[in-house]
């Protein structure tokens, strides 16, 4: 991206926020000890403002540097299987991270294959919520000591605040998907 590009792209948003803000060009400049004429300049992408007056001009508009250049335009909404994390554990089981930047947001969804006779490692409680359903097979979820048993077309939902895992107790794969909250695979 060019300087002009990035001058324009800057101005946009300056303009943007002073808009949603509901104050004048001539408001802002007052705020930020500019002048009105350089407001005007910025918006239009014809002048190029220091770092210090860039993020002076952000602060009063009520807004931080990571807000103000966060991407949201460009929200990733629909991944494909190129886009999951593959991680095969020692025992062969897969998991799927159906959502690769997932650790960022408040849910973390996830596809499990666990191979016969295998289980994965034990959950820590920690705050939040699990949420599973079991695509194909059959799974033992143990929650304490207390063992329930889920089979295909079946979910499972608990607060994550007692130890907890997952095993596969049959002869054949079984596939679950499980949703963490917060995320915590």
């Keep these: 991206m060019d300087q002009i590009t990035v001058n324009a792209e800057i101005g946009k948003m300056i303009r943007d926020l002073r808009k949603q803000n509901g ?3 001539q408001e ?4 930020a000890e500019l002048t009105k004429g350089f407001i005007s300049q ?15 001009l952000i602060e009063c508009l009520g807004s931080t540097p990571g807000e103000f250049f966060r991407e949201t335009g460009n929200e990733k909404i629909v991944f494909q299987e190129n886009d999951y994390f593959e991680k095969i ?3 062969g089981n897969i998991t799927h991270w159906l959502v690769p930047s997932a650790q960022s947001n408040q849910m973390e969804p996830i596809l499990v294959t666990l191979k016969p006779h295998s289980a994965l490692p034990s959950d820590e409680p920690h705050n939040g919520e699990e949420f599973g359903y079991v695509l194909s097979g059959r799974i033992l979820l143990i929650r304490d000591e207390t063992r329930f048993e889920v089979k295909a077309g ?3 939902y608990y607060e994550a605040d007692r ?3 997952i095993e596969n107790p049959g002869s054949r794969p ?5 949703i963490s909250t917060p995320p915590s695979f």
């Design 28 to 31: 802002l400049a007052d705020r």
């Design 154 to 156: 079946e979910s499972f």
């Design 23 to 25: 104050l004048t060009q």
């Design 89 to 91: 554990d020692e025992e």
């Design 163 to 165: 130890p907890h895992h």
């Design 174 to 178: 079984a596939r679950l998907l499980w």
């Design 42 to 56: 910025l918006e239009r992408g014809q002048v190029s403002p220091s770092v210090v007056t860039l993020f002076d």
